[in-house]
Protein backbone atom coordinates (compact mmCIF):
# COMPACT_ATOMS: atom_id res chain seq x y z
CA UNK A 1 0.00 0.00 0.00
CA UNK A 2 1.45 3.38 -0.76
CA UNK A 3 1.07 6.97 1.59
CA UNK A 4 -1.60 7.33 -0.35
CA UNK A 5 -3.02 4.07 0.48
CA UNK A 6 -2.34 4.70 4.48
CA UNK A 7 -3.86 7.92 3.82
CA UNK A 8 -6.93 6.80 2.80
CA UNK A 9 -7.05 4.25 5.39
CA UNK A 10 -6.72 7.00 8.45
CA UNK A 11 -9.32 8.40 6.69
CA UNK A 12 -11.68 5.46 6.53
CA UNK A 13 -11.31 4.80 9.86
CA UNK A 14 -11.87 8.34 10.94
CA UNK A 15 -14.72 7.89 9.25
CA UNK A 16 -15.94 5.18 10.63
CA UNK A 17 -15.37 6.59 14.74
CA UNK A 18 -17.57 9.49 13.64
CA UNK A 19 -20.42 7.74 12.16
CA UNK A 20 -22.03 9.74 9.26
CA UNK A 21 -20.66 13.38 10.38
CA UNK A 22 -17.91 12.58 7.62
CA UNK A 23 -19.69 11.53 4.19
CA UNK A 24 -17.99 9.53 1.89
CA UNK A 25 -15.83 12.21 0.05
CA UNK A 26 -16.11 11.67 -4.14
CA UNK A 27 -13.31 13.82 -4.72
CA UNK A 28 -10.39 12.01 -5.39
CA UNK A 29 -7.80 12.14 -2.41
CA UNK A 30 -4.41 13.08 -2.85
CA UNK A 31 -1.61 11.60 -0.49
CA UNK A 32 -0.37 15.87 -0.21
CA UNK A 33 -3.59 17.07 0.32
CA UNK A 34 -4.44 14.30 2.71
CA UNK A 35 -1.63 14.31 4.68
CA UNK A 36 -2.33 18.54 5.21
CA UNK A 37 -5.35 18.05 6.24
CA UNK A 38 -4.58 15.38 9.05
CA UNK A 39 -1.74 17.71 10.23
CA UNK A 40 -4.17 20.89 10.13
CA UNK A 41 -3.91 22.53 13.43
CA UNK A 42 -7.25 24.27 12.59
CA UNK A 43 -9.20 21.33 12.62
CA UNK A 44 -8.11 19.13 15.29
CA UNK A 45 -11.20 16.45 14.63
CA UNK A 46 -11.84 15.02 11.71
CA UNK A 47 -15.28 15.10 12.26
CA UNK A 48 -15.64 18.58 11.94
CA UNK A 49 -13.42 18.13 8.61
CA UNK A 50 -16.45 17.38 6.16
CA UNK A 51 -16.39 19.78 3.83
CA UNK A 52 -12.70 19.89 3.85
CA UNK A 53 -12.52 15.66 3.12
CA UNK A 54 -15.00 16.50 0.32
CA UNK A 55 -12.75 18.99 -1.30
CA UNK A 56 -9.87 17.37 -1.90
CA UNK A 57 -8.21 16.95 -5.18
CA UNK A 58 -5.91 14.66 -6.82
CA UNK A 59 -2.92 14.22 -7.89
CA UNK A 60 -2.63 10.45 -8.01
CA UNK A 61 -5.74 8.85 -7.55
CA UNK A 62 -7.07 5.40 -5.58
CA UNK A 63 -4.36 2.70 -5.38
CA UNK A 64 -5.94 -0.91 -4.69
CA UNK A 65 -4.76 -3.77 -2.71
CA UNK A 66 -3.57 -7.20 -3.52
CA UNK A 67 -6.16 -9.24 -5.54
CA UNK A 68 -4.75 -12.91 -5.52
CA UNK A 69 -1.15 -12.17 -4.83
CA UNK A 70 -1.07 -9.46 -8.09
CA UNK A 71 -1.37 -5.53 -7.60
CA UNK A 72 -3.58 -3.87 -10.10
CA UNK A 73 -2.21 -1.43 -12.34
CA UNK A 74 -2.17 1.88 -11.10
CA UNK A 75 -0.45 5.29 -11.17
CA UNK A 76 2.13 5.39 -8.62
CA UNK A 77 3.25 8.63 -6.50
CA UNK A 78 6.63 9.49 -8.30
CA UNK A 79 7.16 12.21 -5.34
CA UNK A 80 6.18 11.70 -1.65
CA UNK A 81 3.71 14.73 0.00
CA UNK A 82 7.00 16.39 1.37
CA UNK A 83 8.78 16.28 -1.76
CA UNK A 84 5.74 18.25 -3.23
CA UNK A 85 5.68 20.47 -0.71
CA UNK A 86 9.41 21.37 -1.06
CA UNK A 87 8.67 22.32 -4.68
CA UNK A 88 6.59 25.23 -3.80
CA UNK A 89 7.93 26.16 -0.50
CA UNK A 90 9.15 29.49 -1.17
CA UNK A 91 6.46 30.69 -3.41
CA UNK A 92 3.27 29.44 -0.86
CA UNK A 93 5.53 31.38 2.09
CA UNK A 94 5.38 34.49 0.01
CA UNK A 95 1.59 34.19 -0.65
CA UNK A 96 1.21 34.11 2.72
CA UNK A 97 3.08 37.10 3.55
CA UNK A 98 2.18 39.39 0.96
CA UNK A 99 -0.63 37.58 -0.73
CA UNK A 100 -1.64 35.92 -4.38
CA UNK A 101 0.32 37.90 -6.46
CA UNK A 102 3.44 37.58 -4.33
CA UNK A 103 3.27 34.24 -4.63
CA UNK A 104 2.74 33.94 -8.30
CA UNK A 105 5.79 36.05 -9.20
CA UNK A 106 8.27 34.04 -6.80
CA UNK A 107 6.78 30.61 -7.87
CA UNK A 108 7.07 32.25 -12.16
CA UNK A 109 11.49 32.83 -10.64
CA UNK A 110 11.33 29.13 -9.69
CA UNK A 111 9.53 27.61 -12.68
CA UNK A 112 12.03 29.87 -14.59
CA UNK A 113 14.94 28.27 -12.92
CA UNK A 114 13.52 24.66 -13.21
CA UNK A 115 13.18 25.39 -16.64
CA UNK A 116 16.57 26.29 -17.24
CA UNK A 117 18.05 23.28 -15.42
CA UNK A 118 15.37 20.65 -16.94
CA UNK A 119 14.02 22.18 -19.89
CA UNK A 120 10.62 23.38 -20.50
CA UNK A 121 8.85 20.48 -21.31
CA UNK A 122 10.14 18.53 -18.58
CA UNK A 123 8.11 16.35 -15.83
CA UNK A 124 10.02 18.98 -13.30
CA UNK A 125 8.13 21.69 -14.30
CA UNK A 126 4.95 19.88 -14.76
CA UNK A 127 4.62 18.60 -11.56
CA UNK A 128 5.58 22.08 -10.33
CA UNK A 129 2.48 23.40 -11.90
CA UNK A 130 0.72 20.63 -10.34
CA UNK A 131 2.20 20.98 -6.97
CA UNK A 132 1.59 24.75 -7.01
CA UNK A 133 -2.23 24.46 -8.11
CA UNK A 134 -2.80 21.56 -5.22
CA UNK A 135 -0.81 24.04 -2.51
CA UNK A 136 -3.12 27.12 -3.82
CA UNK A 137 -6.31 24.68 -3.21
CA UNK A 138 -5.53 23.93 0.44
CA UNK A 139 -4.73 27.91 0.93
CA UNK A 140 -7.98 28.56 -0.34
CA UNK A 141 -9.63 25.77 2.06
CA UNK A 142 -7.43 27.84 4.45
CA UNK A 143 -9.06 31.51 3.25
CA UNK A 144 -12.18 31.12 1.22
CA UNK A 145 -10.43 33.57 -1.00
CA UNK A 146 -12.03 32.93 -4.40
CA UNK A 147 -8.84 34.74 -6.39
CA UNK A 148 -6.47 31.94 -5.20
CA UNK A 149 -8.86 28.99 -5.64
CA UNK A 150 -9.14 30.23 -9.51
CA UNK A 151 -5.69 30.68 -9.40
CA UNK A 152 -5.46 27.02 -8.50
CA UNK A 153 -7.60 25.99 -11.60
CA UNK A 154 -5.26 27.65 -14.01
CA UNK A 155 -2.33 26.16 -12.64
CA UNK A 156 -3.62 22.87 -12.58
CA UNK A 157 -5.24 23.09 -15.93
CA UNK A 158 -1.84 23.96 -17.48
CA UNK A 159 -0.23 21.21 -16.24
CA UNK A 160 -2.13 18.91 -18.45
CA UNK A 161 -0.34 19.80 -21.94
CA UNK A 162 3.05 20.02 -19.88
CA UNK A 163 2.03 16.09 -18.60
CA UNK A 164 1.05 15.41 -22.07
CA UNK A 165 4.89 17.06 -23.53
CA UNK A 166 6.51 14.98 -21.24
CA UNK A 167 4.75 11.52 -21.24
CA UNK A 168 2.94 11.62 -24.23
CA UNK A 169 -1.12 12.02 -25.01
CA UNK A 170 -2.38 8.99 -23.47
CA UNK A 171 -0.60 8.60 -20.53
CA UNK A 172 -2.12 7.65 -17.47
CA UNK A 173 -0.11 10.50 -15.61
CA UNK A 174 -2.23 12.89 -18.03
CA UNK A 175 -5.20 11.24 -16.55
CA UNK A 176 -4.44 12.34 -12.95
CA UNK A 177 -3.89 15.72 -14.36
CA UNK A 178 -7.32 15.86 -16.17
CA UNK A 179 -8.90 14.42 -13.49
CA UNK A 180 -7.18 17.13 -10.70
CA UNK A 181 -8.44 19.91 -13.01
CA UNK A 182 -12.18 18.58 -13.13
CA UNK A 183 -12.44 18.53 -9.46
CA UNK A 184 -10.97 21.81 -8.91
CA UNK A 185 -13.20 23.43 -11.92
CA UNK A 186 -16.27 21.59 -10.65
CA UNK A 187 -15.66 23.52 -7.43
CA UNK A 188 -14.77 27.04 -8.73
CA UNK A 189 -18.35 26.22 -10.26
CA UNK A 190 -20.03 26.37 -7.37
CA UNK A 191 -20.21 22.71 -7.10
CA UNK A 192 -21.59 22.29 -11.26
CA UNK A 193 -20.54 19.85 -14.03
CA UNK A 194 -19.30 22.42 -16.60
CA UNK A 195 -18.09 21.62 -20.61
CA UNK A 196 -14.35 21.98 -19.40
CA UNK A 197 -14.96 19.54 -16.24
CA UNK A 198 -16.54 17.09 -18.58
CA UNK A 199 -14.70 16.80 -21.12
CA UNK A 200 -11.41 16.65 -18.77
CA UNK A 201 -13.05 13.77 -16.83
CA UNK A 202 -13.92 11.96 -20.44
CA UNK A 203 -10.65 12.23 -21.37
CA UNK A 204 -9.05 10.74 -18.11
CA UNK A 205 -12.18 7.81 -18.27
CA UNK A 206 -10.26 7.00 -21.61
CA UNK A 207 -7.01 7.47 -21.19
CA UNK A 208 -7.54 4.76 -17.97
CA UNK A 209 -9.87 2.47 -19.86
CA UNK A 210 -7.03 2.13 -22.89
CA UNK A 211 -3.95 1.90 -20.39
CA UNK A 212 -5.52 0.19 -16.47
CA UNK A 213 -8.77 -1.40 -17.98
CA UNK A 214 -11.97 -0.93 -17.41
CA UNK A 215 -12.48 -2.70 -14.17
CA UNK A 216 -9.38 -0.70 -12.83
CA UNK A 217 -9.71 1.36 -9.52
CA UNK A 218 -9.02 4.32 -10.87
CA UNK A 219 -10.48 3.83 -13.85
CA UNK A 220 -13.67 3.60 -11.90
CA UNK A 221 -13.13 6.23 -9.63
CA UNK A 222 -13.27 8.28 -12.86
CA UNK A 223 -16.39 6.66 -14.14
CA UNK A 224 -18.28 7.51 -10.98
CA UNK A 225 -17.14 10.91 -10.80
CA UNK A 226 -18.49 11.33 -14.08
CA UNK A 227 -21.46 9.56 -13.78
CA UNK A 228 -22.23 10.95 -10.10
CA UNK A 229 -21.59 14.82 -11.93
CA UNK A 230 -24.10 14.02 -14.79
CA UNK A 231 -26.90 12.81 -12.69
CA UNK A 232 -26.69 15.91 -10.43
CA UNK A 233 -27.27 18.07 -13.73
CA UNK A 234 -29.64 15.61 -15.48
CA UNK A 235 -27.57 15.54 -18.97
CA UNK A 236 -25.84 12.37 -20.79
CA UNK A 237 -22.70 13.78 -21.19
CA UNK A 238 -20.89 15.53 -24.55
CA UNK A 239 -20.73 14.19 -28.02
CA UNK A 240 -16.61 13.54 -28.56
CA UNK A 241 -16.42 16.59 -30.74
CA UNK A 242 -18.10 19.09 -28.46
CA UNK A 243 -15.90 17.26 -25.59
CA UNK A 244 -12.86 17.76 -27.30
CA UNK A 245 -13.45 21.49 -28.49
CA UNK A 246 -14.58 22.33 -24.64
CA UNK A 247 -10.91 20.65 -23.55
CA UNK A 248 -9.00 22.80 -26.02
CA UNK A 249 -10.85 25.69 -25.36
CA UNK A 250 -10.43 25.87 -21.83
CA UNK A 251 -6.34 25.03 -22.37
CA UNK A 252 -6.06 27.65 -24.63
CA UNK A 253 -7.07 29.97 -22.02
CA UNK A 254 -4.31 28.34 -19.61
CA UNK A 255 -1.20 29.84 -18.62
CA UNK A 256 1.36 31.64 -20.99
Same mark, same amino acid.
Given at each position: ?? #?? $???? #? &? =?HRHRR?? !??? =???PQWVESSHAVSRLIRDQRASNVCVMKSLAKAVLAIALQIGTAVGGCEPPETKDRLSPEALERLVEEPIAELRANGLRAGQAKFEQVRRVTEAQHGSASIRVADLLTAFGVQLYMEY @? !???? /???????????? #?AIPA? /???? !????????? #????????? @?? @????? &????AEAALEEALRIRRAALGPQNHETLATEERLASLRAEVGTKGLSPTSAAR???? $?? !???LR
Open positions: MS #AL $GRKR #A &L =LSC !GDA =LER @V !GSED /RAVLQASREYLQ #AY /RASF !GADHPEVAV #ALHSFADVE @VV @VSNNR &LTPQALEE $GE !GRT
